[in-house]
């Protein structure tokens, strides 16, 4: 069972097709297009909540 697993998650060189770290490489990071407008999105909502929570406390009761 451990052989197969370490073929599995590709330790063993002998497994045609295995993907190992030494293929890896970096491409990119941050948000595509899409994902940066939602983060915009939900990081103006946060702050207009912020922003109406601090008036609601500071107003006078």
Same mark, same amino acid.
């Given at each position: 069972?451990?052989?197969?697993?370490?073929?599995? &998650? %590709?330790? *063993? /060189? /002998? *497994? !045609? %097709?295995? +993907?190992? /770290?030494?293929?890896? $490489?970096? *491409?990119?990071?941050?948000?595509?297009? %899409?994902? =940066?407008? &939602?983060?915009?999105? +939900? =990081?103006? /909502? +946060?702050?207009?909540?912020?922003? +109406?929570?601090?008036?609601? $406390?500071?107003? !006078?009761?």
């Amino acid at each position: 069972m451990r052989a197969e697993r370490a073929r599995h &998650v %590709g330790h *063993v /060189d /002998d *497994v !045609p %097709g295995a +993907i190992t /770290d030494r293929h890896w $490489r970096y *491409v990119d990071s941050g948000h595509t297009p %899409g994902a =940066a407008l &939602v983060a915009a999105g +939900i =990081a103006e /909502d +946060i702050a207009t909540n912020r922003e +109406i929570t601090r008036e609601e $406390r500071e107003a !006078p009761r």
